[in-house]
């Protein structure tokens, strides 16, 4: 049933979808060559006023950088400023799916002692900003530890604190995030009675629940699996978790046969997840454009947003490093 409480909401969001970048200014930009042809043709796009500001403290790589992350925390307040206050709640968890990734790409680069700065990653809050900053400014595996034990995922870390700390586990620690913010959704999706919002959560929690049955599919049995998940699980997923092996369980997904022939060139389940990432992304494109008058509209259009600037983040670093064919498969949407 319609909420009228969302009409403002839905309109404005509505708009906002209309200044998504097309399916032909997408293939443009992977088109040109160098990341100055990226820029001038993007300065045609909705992105121009945060390139134009970028421009004056960064250029190259840096100054798209920065301007994608000014359009995606642009966005994020915008929506905030226009949805009922009721919904606030529901969004602040949402958000916190970017703030999980921000918190995996920060612990799995220092762990491998890569560099890793504040501009890689898709801050969607300031509090996750202030998170992301104080994981930054650690030197070790224990003070990353110490700062997450104090942050929304504590009890997670805490739960498996052993195994996370002591043996430096970091399939350990991402399970335990991923678990806390599948256990979250579920809460949310209870709290939701419109079918097109529901739909949309579910496709989510569905993407999550596949990749947390799949990284624990090599050594893990059924039935604890099944405790790391919350709750109800979809046919596919239930399949997934009676599925004899990894192999088998790839093989329920009915992945195309690229995908397929790039896992097993190179078995990375990063492959796989794409593929469901991008399988998502189409979901939530036709829920969304049927949703009006609900929460929906909101979600949806987020995560819309969020793989555009996803999209553009990548082709700009594939030009930058002379590596672009390499990204193409990690693109999300129509241009891959």
């Not at 796009?45 to 000014?70: C, M, N, P, R």
């Not at 919904?87 to 949402?94: H, I, R, S, Y």
């Not at 678990?179 to 999706?189: C, F, G, L, N």
């Amino acid at each position: 049933m319609p909420d009228l409480m969302y009409g403002y909401a839905s309109t404005r969001i509505k708009a906002m979808e209309t200044r998504l970048l097309s399916r032909k200014q997408m293939a443009d930009l992977y088109g040109v060559s160098s990341l100055p042809e990226m820029t001038v043709l993007l300065q045609e796009t909705s992105y121009k006023d945060a390139l134009v500001h970028a421009s004056q403290k960064h250029s190259g790589i840096e100054l798209l950088l920065v301007g994608f992350q000014d359009v995606w925390m642009h966005t994020l307040r915008k929506v905030e400023d226009i949805i009922p206050a009721r919904a606030k709640p529901a969004l602040d968890v949402l958000l916190r799916e970017w703030e999980l990734q921000d918190i995996k790409t920060i612990c799995a680069k220092k762990a491998l002692g890569q560099p890793v700065s504040i501009d890689e990653l898709t801050v969607a809050t300031d509090a996750g900003r202030k998170l992301a900053e104080r994981l930054l400014e650690q030197k070790d595996w224990a003070g990353l530890v110490a700062v997450l034990r104090l942050s929304w995922t504590g009890d997670a870390v805490r739960a498996d604190e052993k195994r996370i700390l002591e043996q430096r586990d970091f399939r350990a620690l991402s399970q335990a995030l991923d678990r806390t913010y599948a256990k979250q959704v579920s809460a949310v999706i209870k709290g939701k009675d419109h079918p097109n919002t529901r739909q949309l959560l579910k496709l989510r929690q569905e993407f999550l629940h596949s990749m947390i049955v799949l990284r624990l599919k090599s050594y893990a049995k059924p039935e604890d699996i099944q405790k790391e998940l919350f709750g109800s699980l979809s046919l596919n997923v239930q399949a997934l978790i009676k599925a004899p092996d990894l192999d088998a369980a790839i093989a329920l997904l009915d992945l195309p046969d690229d995908v397929l022939a790039a896992y097993r060139a190179k078995p990375a389940l990063s492959t796989i997840e794409l593929a469901l990432e991008k399988r998502f992304i189409q979901g939530v494109l036709r829920t969304f454009r049927a949703s009006v008058l609900n929460f929906g509209v909101v979600i949806g259009y987020l995560y819309l947003k969020s793989a555009e600037i996803a999209n553009l983040k990548r082709l700009a670093l594939g030009k930058h490093f002379g590596v672009e064919e390499q990204f193409r498969p990690f693109l999300v949407g129509d241009v891959a």
